[in-house]
């Protein structure tokens, strides 16, 4: 018989510990639920997506504040000859 649980009064499900190790799961993970068709698959929860990842990359690597604030001085003088 495949592993199962029994749902609690509050809606809670006790993980089988060999579905808990073969996912890697351990206390204090969160686990998510999708519907595909006919099936629910229960897998690890994906972590949520970090917003600035888009942005690594984006300004040039610095080593030092001297460097960043020749950087920001450079900047502000595109600005003002600009203007």
Excluded: C
Aim: hydrophobic residues 30%.
């Amino acid at each position: 018989m495949p592993p199962n649980s029994t749902i609690s009064s509050k809606g809670q499900i006790t993980v089988p510990l060999e579905i808990r190790r073969r996912l890697g799961l351990k206390e204090g993970d969160r686990v998510e639920f999708v519907v595909e068709g006919e099936k629910t698959i229960i897998r690890p929860a994906q972590p949520a997506k970090n917003p600035f990842e888009k942005y690594a990359g984006a300004l040039p690597i610095f080593h030092s504040r001297e460097e960043i604030d020749n950087w920001v001085s450079s900047l502000r003088d595109e600005e003002t000859e600009t203007e």
